[in-house]
């Protein structure tokens, strides 16, 4: 999609002739717009099922000045990349027998359009008001947790990264995350900023939008109080820029799939125990993110 000058030319370019323009060349000012995909580790659940839901979500999309240099490994890419390895680490649980139920429900979505005014979470919230989306209601979301930019910068240690828990009504979930954490050598702290930064999660717990206030929420970032992507948005912010040390010669990609791989385990051991597992051959303790 290209765009030119105000609204209005832009419209007025959109409704010239096709002799004018192209018919196979880009448009102008088309309607925003995409699919958000998302999944169940297990087969989806039937209609209106009364089970709790722990939704599990990442920003999908990001934005640039220039087109064709779009990268965001520092940002999108880390959160998409552990919330990819997340599902395919309950996948290979389920496929291999070794957890066949749950007490609650796990979701996993990658939400399209967040670069514009949230519009892929907006649109979900608005859907499972309307009871659009059929598989659960907003009334069964007990957890929510949002995968932020979680690619650790160079001002970093690379060799003890930090992340960072902005937390609504989630002193319980963070509590048990951290424990698990821990023993798996990973760094996390509560964020001390006053107030949520921008997230999916937002639209979720906020009556405003169709959301409620009581679900208890995690935003999982590199970040304290502000983004420390100096390469936020540029063609800059790619993987050499992500976990290395001050020699970029040292550069090792198994730094970077290490400490990811590390933070994936805790998280899926935490969403284990928050959603309790029925019929289960393989201790939580034991289960490990696939770190290639």
Not at 10 to 27: F, I, K, N
Not at 187 to 192: A, R, T
Request: with cysteine; aromatic share 12%; proline share 5%.
């Amino acid at each position: 999609m290209s765009v030119y000058g105000s609204t209005d030319s832009c419209y007025r370019r959109a409704s010239l002739p096709t002799q004018y323009l192209s018919a196979s060349g880009p448009g102008f000012c088309d309607p925003l717009g995409d699919y958000s995909p998302w999944g169940f580790p297990f087969k989806a659940p039937p209609k209106n099922e009364s089970k709790e839901v722990i939704i599990i979500a990442a920003k999908l999309d990001s934005i640039s000045l220039f087109l064709p240099e779009l990268s965001f490994g520092g940002g999108e890419v880390s959160g998409i990349v552990t919330l990819l390895s997340m599902a395919e680490t309950f996948g290979r649980l389920t496929r291999s027998g070794n957890l066949t139920e749950l007490e609650k429900r796990i979701f996993f979505v990658l939400f399209h359009g967040e670069s514009w005014d949230y519009i892929g979470s907006s649109r979900m919230v608005y859907d499972i008001k309307k009871n659009a989306f059929g598989l659960f209601s907003m009334e069964n979301i007990s957890h929510f947790i949002d995968l932020s930019h979680l690619g650790i910068q160079e001002k970093r240690a690379a060799d003890e990264p930090t992340y960072y828990a902005h937390l609504h009504k989630g002193n319980e979930m963070f509590d048990k995350f951290s424990s698990i954490a821990h023993n798996l050598s990973v760094n996390v702290e509560k964020s001390s900023l006053s107030r949520l930064p921008p997230s999916s999660m937002l639209r979720f717990i906020s009556p405003t939008y169709g959301g409620r206030n009581d679900i208890s929420g995690m935003i999982l970032g590199d970040y304290n109080k502000f983004y420390n992507n100096r390469y936020y948005g540029s063609r800059l912010d790619d993987l050499t820029n992500v976990i290395y040390s001050v020699n970029k010669s040292d550069f090792n990609i198994n730094v970077t799939t290490n400490h990811l791989s590390s933070l994936t385990s805790a998280l899926v051991r935490t969403v284990l125990e928050m959603a309790v597992p029925v019929k289960s051959s393989i201790s939580v303790n034991e289960i490990n993110a696939n770190p290639a």
